[in-house]
């Protein structure tokens, strides 16, 4: 859901999730939620409303037509100096 809010934030368009559905007896419930970008928006259903709303994330992230940022750059943890760490 991270990467759909960063997605959202570099189009300039807010996320909206949405709960269509809740059936199903109260120890077995599932939800459908539904996430609208802008002019587009993705339907999915799970045992929760968190998890229906990440499965929507992952379907909006894989089908999007919208501009996407570029990927971020992971900050090495390690020195490039490997003798740094190396006992002595």
């Known amino acids: 859901m991270c990467l759909v809010n ?3 934030r570099f189009n300039r368009i807010q996320p909206q999730y949405k ?5 199903g007896p109260a120890h077995c419930k599932l939800f459908t939620v539904q996430l609208t970008l802008g002019d587009q ?11 229906a709303q990440h499965a929507a ?3 909006a992230l894989s089908e999007t037509t919208l501009p996407k940022p570029a990927a971020r750059q992971t900050k ?4 490039t100096n490997p003798s740094k760490y190396a006992p002595v």
């Open 76 to 79: 090495n943890l390690l020195s």
């Open 19 to 23: 709960l269509l559905d809740e059936r």
């Open 41 to 51: 928006s993705w339907d999915a259903e799970s045992t929760s409303i968190k998890k």
């Open 6 to 8: 960063e997605l959202a």
């Open 57 to 59: 994330a992952s379907l």
